[in-house]
Structures are given as C-alpha cells and as structure tokens.
C-alpha cells in the first residue's frame, strides 16, 4: 500500500473519530443541562404518562413514554433521569446522520455534519428536552441511514433485503414516536417514482418487506386508536390541518423566522441551497432521496401553517437529511465561498447556543418571566407545597386537582409522594386525563378536593369553582399561590378547598 494511500485512510480515521468525540462531548453537556433545568409542564405531563405506561395516548404515541419510563426505572424521577433517555436519543440521532454522511462524501463530511447538527440551536436547545422529537429524529435518522446503504447494493440481494428492512423497523418507531413521521416513507416512495433509476428498486421485495414490518411494529399503536375511536389520529389532524384562524401570512413568517433562529440564518440558507441543488443536480440517487426526504418533511408544515400555527421545532426531521447534504457538497464540491459561508454558518450558531446556555447558567437578560419561554419551569415546586400545606387543615381523604393538563401534571410530580393529580377538565383542551378514571369514578362521598387555579379578579370566584360548588357541602378560598421565578412573578393561581363531596359532576363546556 503506498504512503499516500496510508496518509488518505489515516485522515478519514482521525476525521471519523473526531465526529465521535464531538457526538459524545455534545451529549455530555446536554445531559448537564438537562440535569440543571427544571421540568417543563409538557415534560411532567409526558412523565405522568410514563406512569400508566399503553399503547398509545390522547396527544402522540407512546416513545416519549417509554424512554422516561427507562429512566425513572434506573434512578427517581428527577430532571436527570425523565431527560436520560430522550438526551442519548439526539446523540443515536447525531450518529446516525453523521454515519449516512460517511457514506455519500466520507468521513470529512461526517465530521462537518456532526458539527453543524451538534451547534445548530433546533438541537442544542430541543434535545436537552424529553419530547417526542428526540425519538422521532433518532429512529428516522436510522432509517436515512438504512435507505442509503440499501441504496447502495444491488437491488433483489441478500444486503438490499437487510438495510430495508431495518429502515421499516426504523420507520415503525418513528411512528411510534411521533405521527408527522409518515412523511419519511412517503417521500422516499415520491422520490423512488420520480427518479428513473431508482424504479428499479419497486420491483424487489425490499420496500415492501419495510413497509410491513413498519406497520408490525406500529401496530399496538393502531389497535390503542382503535380501542379509543382514533382519538389521537383525530386529535393530530385537527391540531394540524383545522379551521384556519387568523392570518395565514402571519404563521408563514412567523415559521421562517423561526427556521432562522433555531437552525441560524446562515446554516438555514446553506442547508436549502444544499437541498436545491441535490434536487436540481443530485450526484446519485441517495443524493436525491435525501432531498425529496427533506422538501417532504418541510412542504407539511409550510401548508399546516396556512390552517394552524406551526412550533419552531416542529420541521426538525428536516434538518438531517439537509445538513448531510450540506457537509457533502462541501466535501465533494468545495468552493472557498462555500467553505467560508458554512464556517461564518457554524460560528454565529456556537455563538446563539452560547448566548442561550449562558442565559440557562445565569438568567441575566433584562426578560420579564411572564414573557421568558424558560420560566415556564419556574414556581410549581412552591405552588405544591402551598397545595399540600392546604392538606393538612382537611380531616377527610384529600384530591388535589387543576383544570389545565400543564398544572394537574406539574403538580403530580412536585408534590411529596407524587400522587394522581384530577384533571377538572371543565373547558380548554382536550388531554390525556380525560381518557383516565375520573374524580367521579375514584372520590367517595365526603372527599375534599384542593384545586389549583389561575387567580381571577378580587371578589370573583373562579368559574369552574361556581361550577363545582353544587358537589360539595363547602367551598373556601385558599391562599395565594404565585409562580415565582426568584422573586419576579410568572403566573398567579389561587387555592380554592371544596370540601365534602356529596356526587355528580358538572357538564364541560366546549370552546
């Protein structure tokens, strides 16, 4: 083997360990963070889930559950152990698009893939969470991977077969992780029949064979659905695609700008120049089925934001394949102005992660609580101990309940014990504990009940607690209890005690 052969193989080793490191490293610190931050209130309601642990729930699919589930088995149930899991699947997700990136331009390309997912802000930020996102973009980056190294072989083979049917298992856990995932498949099939060469590949077992065991592994999701009047399939479309309210420019722009600030603007121009130019030019049909995965993924959400506001993180599946082509192009067709741009890219992303886990360590910016996304964290730990404090003054059995999903599950996990938390469920959404036995159903005659509900004007009772007063033989105001993050004010609730519960329920009111 000559000396520049060995210099070659020696650059790719050093290259692909390198990505490693940085995937490893990046874990690592998200797993601090994660540790640091208090539970948000979706988080405490998908921990609430992980408790009565079935095949599906009203608002996603089951994963989230599971892998908070893992990691409360391991240790109890703290910021460290209910993130474990979620955390390590951005690191699976890293891996994975850093691995397909190895295999389209080499592990140069794996090394800058690795560095512009590890520093873009959508997953410094998003995958220190335990969401459903985490598990969506760890198992659909596995199937990108699968794709491509099935792309790679000669269709009808023994390997063909293998990587397929690894993207199917992929792909049904990625269903089980979140519903948006259906836009995979569909677009690597859009991208099969649009792309000649790759018609070929319809007329081998492989792509059916994953699709069959997609629908395998899914399936305890579907029969959950079936059982419940595919009340989450509904739940989804409706929270996607519904009656447009408002303006529809509004939720487009406001979709871009949030594209530009957690992906940063430069990176975001990159990666879509990127995907134009796999479509337009791709150098193989990987390259292209990359690009229809990450159009496919996108096009969805600029059309839901037509109907229904769009969350920033929502279009992440996109990113994976758009930053492999990315860290590609660069490698295989370098410019110096491309190569400028991306480190200006990677630079002004480190920077917005830097400003945004500095502001975590210590929140020093002038932003008032009430309108700081992270001090939706803050104060549940104080509210439940005003709610207990309450509990103590009651000589009958005590419920503590809500009326929002976000405070009942809050609530449940501050309070000493964690007991089941009712969800009063009178107005606003529709949630996963009205699927769940009702107060109704568990409280005996004479129960009291201690709610936590937002304050209302002085001298106002609160509407639902006029509602619920005809069900007990007492109702009282309890304390104040507001949401404090340090001494600034993120919400307020007031504690109202119903005590002496004699039966029924009030009707619920529909927005």
Not at 215 to 224: G, H, I, N, S
Not at 275 to 287: F, K, S, T
Not at 325 to 348: D, E, F, K, N
Request: proline share 7%; charged share 15%.
């Amino acid at each position: 083997m000559s000396d520049v052969a060995l210099t070659g193989d020696d650059g790719e080793w050093r290259a692909w360990r390198a990505a490693v490191v940085v995937i490893v490293a990046s874990w690592v610190v998200r797993l601090a963070f994660a540790a640091r931050l208090p539970l948000f209130p979706d988080e405490t309601y998908y921990w609430d889930w992980s408790r009565r642990l079935q095949g599906g729930y009203f608002d996603h699919p089951p994963m989230i559950a599971l892998l908070i589930r893992a990691g409360t088995a391991l240790a109890a149930p703290s910021p460290a152990a209910v993130r474990f899991f979620p955390v390590l699947a951005g690191a699976v997700a890293m891996l994975a698009a850093a691995a397909t990136a190895r295999r389209l331009a080499g592990a140069r390309a794996a090394m800058l893939a690795t560095l512009s997912f590890a520093i873009m802000p959508l997953a410094a930020a998003g995958l220190v969470l335990a969401t459903p996102d985490a598990p969506l973009l760890a198992f659909e980056a596995i199937a990108l991977y699968a794709v491509v190294r099935a792309l790679e072989v000669p269709p009808r083979s023994g390997a063909s077969l293998g990587w397929w049917s690894l993207a199917g298992v992929a792909v049904g856990l990625a269903f089980a992780s979140k519903y948006t995932s259906i836009f995979f498949p569909l677009s690597v099939a859009l991208a099969i029949v649009l792309r000649p060469s790759l018609r070929v590949r319809l007329r081998e077992p492989g792509p059916y064979v994953a699709c069959v065991l997609a629908v395998l592994v899914f399936a305890p999701v579907l029969l959950w659905n079936a059982r419940h009047d595919w009340i989450s399939f509904r739940f989804q479309l409706e929270h996607g695609l519904g009656t447009p309210k408002g303006s529809a420019l509004n939720r487009e722009l406001e979709l871009l700008g949030g594209q530009l600030g957690l992906v940063s603007p430069i990176l975001f121009v990159l990666a879509a120049g990127a995907v134009w130019r796999a479509l337009r030019r791709p150098r193989d049909d990987a390259h292209f089925v990359l690009a229809v995965v990450a159009v496919g993924s996108w096009a969805f959400y600029v059309y839901s934001a037509i109907h229904r506001r769009v969350e920033a993180n929502w279009p992440a599946p996109a990113y994976v394949p758009a930053l492999v082509l990315l860290a590609s192009q660069v490698v295989a067709t370098p410019t110096a102005a491309l190569s400028r741009w991306l480190r200006r890219g990677l630079l002004l992303a480190a920077v917005l992660v830097g400003v945004l886990y500095a502001y975590v360590l210590a929140p020093l910016l002038p932003i008032p609580a009430r309108k700081d996304p992270l001090a939706r964290a803050a104060g549940w730990d104080g509210l439940a101990t005003k709610a207990d404090s309450a509990r103590h003054t009651l000589g009958a059995r005590v419920w503590f309940g809500a009326d929002r999903y976000q405070d009942v599950s809050e609530l449940a996990y501050h309070l000493p014990g964690r007991p089941e938390v009712v969800c009063v469920c009178l107005t606003g959404r529709h949630n996963q504990y009205e699927l769940w036995p009702a107060f109704t159903e568990r409280a005996a005659r004479g129960d009291a009940l201690v709610l936590a509900l937002d304050e209302r004007p002085q001298g106002t009772v609160h509407e639902n607690v006029a509602k619920l007063a005809p069900h007990f033989t007492r109702v009282q105001q309890g304390a104040l209890a507001p949401l404090l993050r340090g001494a600034d004010t993120v919400s307020v609730r007031r504690l109202w005690i119903l005590e002496g519960y004699i039966g029924g329920w009030p009707t619920r009111s529909e927005p």
